[in-house]
């Protein structure tokens, strides 16, 4: 009679002892398989009967999967097959508990993340659907659940993060970057759509092109996820986001720039686990607001999530706080410098970027456009590429009327290098000129027009004419900070690059002497002669024998030395005396001058030991030692301390020499410093604007830091508990005229004889009652 009901109605008990016993239960369990088998075939007829009953089951079955797998080896493919087959007829409950029992046969290995086949181009192909992550992957785009949609896609990243946690799991990371490639290329043959007015109205409507974009947008969302947890570093990886740069839906494109720009938007639906709860916070709130059962069950909710945060941030020896001053100092974002060198082709990349640019430029929107633009900037900047239709292109929005005009000026003096074409860029230096730097703008445009014109010649400094650069200077005696100091860095520009362009009197002390000395610039498309020494390197040197004869190391005797370049020397000796003897050499020419004069053999004697002594002083570290990084740490250090020592004589040009090697010490911790400029560079210096909420905050914090505790001392300070003032404390300080208008006073004055002897009495009753 016991298990008779526990076969209609307990199926927790029933799975219970199944756990215990499997095989004691097993007949039980497979009265349980035939149920659920015809309950299941009257559910794909009919989904909304006995669909609860079915549920139950379904649960039932993941949860003693484990216990029989020959008899549920086809389970996993059923739940798989009501997916995605019957996924529009399912209730969400339904959606819910499929999705949750096959992430449960995940978990306890009764399914794999994904099939692996020989070809990954073949898994579109698989009829193998009892795969976690090959089942999820097509739900994402389809589920209108938001909670749904967020499970699965937390599901599908722990499921990749978990599977490369100790090594990297390269056949399934191979196989779902595949996938998630395959779900980019399937929407590339679609039509443009673009996000302006009549349109975007007028782009294409159909169920199929919106699922492609809705599908590759969700692939670039799990790609740029993935790669910011560290899971994904590769070039693959960078070939799917770049794949969406040049995908038709705007959407997809714009997520898809981001991820090289690094200028993250909040999407829809996603939530960081790492950031931080403020529970105080939380109570405040709840002791303000209107009291609600579901304000309680909310607060609940928030306080768990909290408590796991705080595990978190413990596990990993983590202050929550320490993450908030990092997003804090972020500041403005960085761009993603790795990702930008791992481009496949970045010279296909870059036209194919253009042609959408440019064929399609009433289509969308100018912050689309600019970002098109900056993303284009970039590569070229950084791969060094030339495409020259885009200062063609760039031209119609070089106007200081343009809305957000320092951001194209930026994407335009980033995609300048040394290998751009001059005469490609004169058009556009003129045209900046006309438009920028006349007396008819405002001192903040002729600023941002001398200072683009100075980031475009910094990368390429031919692309200067010789009068306009004469005109430029000439701002340097203008009465606004901003435009004379854009003025000045253009003439120390040239004076460090090419002062000949310059006028006698403007080129200074240092470049006249240089040109005077023969010092010439080179011309564009000329490399400089190979370095024959490293700079400093006698600095470096000078120091280790320092240190050698502090240690008592005989300079002389370096065993170390020799031991480690023993043989080296072998193979040339060896080929130099290959032949024993002298060569006998017939002289054609007989009319020999042979000079008697023994001062030109001293003198020519004397240079050529002055140049060996030179040579060896020059090789003596460089080919004798390996330098290791920390020898180049210790030389840029030397090379600092010897440029500040000389700044001090107060020489100029020691002082450009020392912000110079400040700089680049600056540069290398911070690679992407110098490869890339922002708006701030074209704007320069400014009055100081308004600062927003976060400036405010921050300079309050800044002045409270080294004083005392803020606030009054009457109340709360001096007093052992800390507390407010009582009223009576207060209406001591009252004004009179406020005491004498208030409602109690106007009361006594108005008060009959009865009322003021019944208050008398009650005051004398009082005195007598504080007497006993």
Avoid at 176 to 198: A, I, N, P, T, Y
Avoid at 602 to 619: G, V
Wanted: positive net charge; aromatic residues 6%.
């Amino acid at each position: 009679m016991g298990r008779g009901l526990l076969l209609t109605s307990n199926l927790p008990q029933l799975q219970n002892l199944i756990k215990r016993d499997p095989v004691a239960y097993k007949e039980e369990f497979l009265q349980q398989w035939t149920h659920y088998n015809s309950i299941r075939e009257i559910f794909k007829t009919n989904p909304d009967e006995q669909a609860q009953n079915f549920r139950e089951l379904v649960t039932f079955i993941s949860q003693v999967a484990t216990c029989y797998p020959n008899e549920t080896k086809e389970f996993p493919s059923h739940i798989s097959s009501l997916l995605l087959e019957n996924y529009g007829a399912l209730s969400s409950d339904m959606r819910k508990t499929l999705v949750q029992n096959l992430v449960m046969l995940r978990n306890k290995d009764v399914i794999t993340s994904i099939q692996h086949v020989h070809s990954p181009f073949l898994l579109l192909l698989l009829t193998d659907k009892s795969r976690l992550l090959q089942t999820l992957f097509p739900l994402l785009p389809r589920t209108t659940s938001s909670s749904l949609r967020s499970s699965i896609r937390k599901t599908i990243l722990s499921d990749i993060r978990t599977a490369n946690l100790k090594t990297k799991n390269h056949k399934l990371n191979k196989a779902v970057q595949s996938m998630l490639f395959s779900m980019v290329e399937r929407g590339m043959s679609g039509e443009v759509v673009g996000d302006k007015g009549k349109v975007r109205a007028a782009g294409p409507t159909s169920d199929t092109k919106l699922h492609d974009g809705e599908e590759a947008m969700w692939a670039i969302i799990l790609t740029k996820e993935l790669w910011k947890k560290g899971v994904w570093t590769d070039a693959k990886t960078v070939s799917i986001v770049s794949l969406g740069c040049l995908h038709p839906t705007t959407k997809v494109q714009s997520a898809s720039i981001h991820f090289f720009l690094s200028s993250e938007e909040e999407e829809e639906g996603s939530s960081d686990e790492e950031d931080e709860v403020d529970v105080k916070a939380l109570h405040h709130r709840r002791e303000i607001n209107k009291k609600t059962r579901s304000g309680d069950k909310k607060l609940r909710k928030q306080l768990k999530t909290a408590k796991k945060v705080s595990y978190i941030f413990m596990s990993r020896s983590i202050h929550p706080k320490k993450v908030k001053q990092k997003k804090q100092q972020k500041g403005q974002d960085t761009p993603n410098f790795p990702a930008l060198q791992l481009l496949y082709d970045p010279q296909t990349f870059a036209e194919k970027l253009y042609d959408i640019l440019n064929n399609f430029d009433k289509r969308f929107s100018l912050d689309h456009k600019i970002l098109l633009m900056q993303l284009l900037a970039r590569v070229m900047g950084v791969h060094k590429l030339c495409v020259l239709g885009f200062y063609t292109y760039i031209v119609k929005y070089l106007t200081y009327k343009q809305l957000r005009v320092p951001a194209i000026l930026v994407s335009l003096a980033q995609s300048v290098h040394d290998l751009t074409p001059p005469d490609a860029l004169l058009p556009v230096i003129r045209k900046i000129a006309h438009e920028f730097v006349h007396p008819g703008v405002a001192s903040e445009v002729i600023a941002a027009g001398i200072n683009s014109i100075r980031e475009v010649c910094r990368r390429q400094p031919w692309a200067m004419e010789e009068d306009l650069l004469g005109d430029l200077v000439e701002y340097r005696k203008s009465r606004d900070k901003a435009v004379t100091a854009a003025a000045r860095g253009i003439l120390r520009l040239y004076r460090e690059v090419n002062p000949g362009m310059l006028k006698r009197r403007e080129r200074g002390k240092e470049a006249a002497m240089d040109m005077s000395g023969g010092v010439q610039p080179l011309p564009f498309g000329h490399t400089a002669e190979a370095a024959v020494d490293i700079e400093g390197l006698a600095l470096l040197e000078d120091h280790l024998s320092k240190l050698r004869e502090e240690d008592g190391v005989d300079l002389g005797d370096e065993d170390d030395d020799d031991a480690a370049w023993e043989g080296w020397d072998e193979d040339s000796s060896d080929s130099s005396s290959e032949s024993e003897g002298w060569v006998d050499v017939d002289d054609d020419n007989d009319d020999l001058v042979i000079s008697d004069s023994e001062d030109e053999d001293e003198k020519e004697k004397k240079q050529d030991e002055d140049a060996a002594m030179e040579s060896t002083k020059i090789s003596q570290l460089a080919t004798t030692k390996i330098l290791t990084p920390a020898d180049f740490a210790l030389l840029n250090d030397l090379r600092l301390k010897a440029a500040s020592k000389a700044a001090e004589a107060g020489s100029s040009k020691a002082k450009r020499k020392l912000a110079e090697l400040e700089a680049i010490k600056s540069s290398n911790a911070n690679p992407t410093e110098d490869a890339f400029i922002s708006e701030n560079d074209i704007l320069g210096p400014r009055k100081k604007a308004k600062a927003d909420y976060a400036e405010r905050m921050a300079s309050i914090q800044k002045g409270r830091e080294g004083r005392e505790k803020f606030g009054s001392n009457k109340g709360k300070q001096k007093k052992e508990a800390p507390s407010s003032t009582t009223n009576r404390e207060k209406a001591r300080n009252k004004p009179i005229m406020m005491i004498l208008s208030s409602g109690a006073v106007r009361g006594k004055k108005k008060a009959s004889l009865r009322e003021k002897q019944q208050k008398l009495r009650a005051h004398i009753e009082r005195g007598k009652k504080s007497r006993r």
